[in-house]
């Protein structure tokens, strides 16, 4: 039955309790008398939206931050972590929701960062990649320990995030979206690795906002909601209404393809083009792909990792060098212009690492906001602060980021509307074509709808929208056309009656019997 988490019974089998927690910074009150248990053996999935207070519930637990009032017993006993090492040598680990890796390193440096294995002569780099060639081979992944981090594409390095925390051998692991870049096959694999865990004991706390994948591994359901827990369940008593019913308050799609309003012309033509792959092989991870988008209509781009959906779209955006075809914005060839100049032209990308290629960590909300712009607001060396912030102030209202103001730090906003500064910052170009990879990777379902209804509403003013994504369900929503990628090629092509199973079976995921 579900229960209000400030009513719980003591439980024997719980290893570790957060009693009482208050989080604030400043006036904000992140977290508001949170009561929270982690059961031994067991999954405890954490639910809520963007900004409910999930990271920074987790943070506390796992040392990284430290708790306003409340404390947390461990085994029954009082303890206040000093640090994240000092929450590591308790036996809690943490794998963050951005990664905390370093790109100008190796995967096995990465691994054993900062907990070297050490001799009497130093560092023994030898057992470190034979540690991590073992962890590669429990989570299937042929990952050289040797690869740069940053050659590595997205899913890969999340894959060593996780062989990270998996060195540790913790008894309570804590996974803070731990799958928003892996594929379907990876995620299989990752939920493997979990069950094996907690069959030696090991306690785990997930936090996914791709809702459906967690009930399939979860044992305890904990919903949190503007700081304070709403509800808790065993998961033999829930379902997905329940989940998104104590989350938002109300049971909602992520809506559907804008219409009454007629396409216009053939705004982005992608005609033959192939995009070589960069590992040096002769293959191409784009292969002899054309397809025309209009404007105001909303193509989705479907397909597992490794079909080619990123490489397509960074290519087209200027990112990558296509290795053969055109790709035209309203008629125009534009093969030979820089990113900058196809951002004038009317043609912008939403990356995929909002983290790495979105945002600038180090500027505010407003410069972040500002800085695709910032040429038209620039006259020689000046630049106008009123004209700044005129579109600044715009763009918060138009894509509703919520934020204390546009001089806030990027980093204090939640991924949701982290995401939404993205998407504002290239609307607010006045482009003609967006293109959108994984637009809603590692945002809620709340933001998610929020993001999908931005996009909708811009293809009724005429925008050209084409985003890709690796959910069926997000296919099935405001798309006026579902492509479906396998190899580098399009596979299939739907219409607005398409079906989950269609969808899954043109790109190779599951056949339709």
């Not at 994240?84 to 963050?96: F, K, M, P, T, Y």
């Not at 509703?400 to 982290?418: C, R």
Request: proline letters at 3%; hydrophobic letters at 45%.
């Amino acid at each position: 039955m579900t229960t209000t988490l400030d009513t719980q019974s003591a439980d024997s089998n719980v290893v570790l309790s957060a009693h009482d927690i208050v989080k604030s910074y400043g006036g904000v009150h992140a977290l508001k008398g949170v009561n929270f248990d982690i059961r031994r053996g067991k999954v405890t999935t954490l639910f809520g939206e963007n900004g409910a207070g999930k990271s920074t519930l987790m943070k506390i637990l796992a040392g990284v931050e430290r708790p306003t009032s409340g404390h947390i017993e461990l085994d029954g006993q009082r303890v206040a972590f000093a640090s994240s090492n000092d929450a590591r040598n308790h036996g809690i680990s943490i794998i963050h929701q951005e990664l905390s890796l370093a790109p100008n390193l190796n995967v096995r440096d990465n691994i054993f960062m900062g907990r070297e294995l050490r001799t009497a002569t130093g560092v023994d780099f030898a057992e470190e990649a034979r540690q991590a060639r073992a962890l590669m081979a429990d989570l299937e992944e042929e990952i050289d320990p040797f690869a740069l981090l940053q050659d590595l594409r997205l899913g890969q390095q999340q894959v060593v995030e996780i062989a990270r925390a998996l060195s540790v051998q913790s008894r309570i692991l804590i996974m803070d979206e731990p799958t928003s870049a892996l594929s379907a096959s990876e995620v299989e694999v990752l939920f493997k690795v979990i069950r094996d865990l907690t069959s030696r004991g090991v306690s785990i706390v997930y936090i996914s906002h791709h809702l459906e994948e967690a009930l399939q591994i979860t044992d305890y359901a904990v919903v949190l909601r503007d700081g304070r827990m709403t509800a808790t369940a065993e998961a033999t008593d829930i379902d997905l209404a329940w989940i998104v019913r104590n989350m938002v308050g109300e049971n909602f799609d992520l809506g559907s393809p804008p219409t009454d309003y007629a396409f216009g012309n053939v705004a982005l033509s992608i005609e033959d083009v192939s995009v070589a792959d960069d590992s040096g092989s002769d293959l191409s991870v784009v292969d002899h792909l054309s397809l025309d988008v209009r404007a105001g209509e909303i193509v989705c781009i479907y397909g597992l990792m490794g079909a080619g959906r990123t490489e397509l779209l960074e290519a087209v955006a200027g990112r990558f060098p296509t290795s053969g075809g055109r790709v035209l914005l309203e008629g125009e060839d534009i093969a030979l212009l820089s990113i900058a100049a196809r951002i004038t032209k009317g043609l912008v990308l939403v990356p995929e690492d909002r983290q790495r290629d979105g945002l600038v960590q180090t500027m505010s909300v407003g410069t972040n906001l500002s800085l695709a712009s910032i040429g038209t607001f620039v006259r020689g060396l000046l630049l106008s602060i009123p004209r700044e912030r005129a579109l600044v102030d715009q763009a918060i209202r138009d894509v509703h980021v919520k934020t204390a103001g546009p001089g806030a730090p990027i980093g204090s906003l939640s991924g949701g509307n982290q995401q939404k500064v993205v998407i504002g910052k290239m609307l607010a170009t006045h482009p003609k074509v967006i293109l959108l990879d994984e637009p809603s990777r590692g945002i809620d379902i709340g933001a998610k709808a929020e993001v999908f209804r931005l996009l909708s509403e811009s293809a009724a003013r005429g925008l050209a929208v084409v985003f890709s994504t690796s959910e069926v369900g997000e296919c099935l929503s405001i798309a006026h056309r579902i492509v479906v990628m396998r190899r580098g090629r399009i596979s299939a092509e739907f219409g607005t009656d398409a079906t989950k199973d269609q969808i899954m079976a043109a790109s190779g995921e599951a056949v339709v019997i």
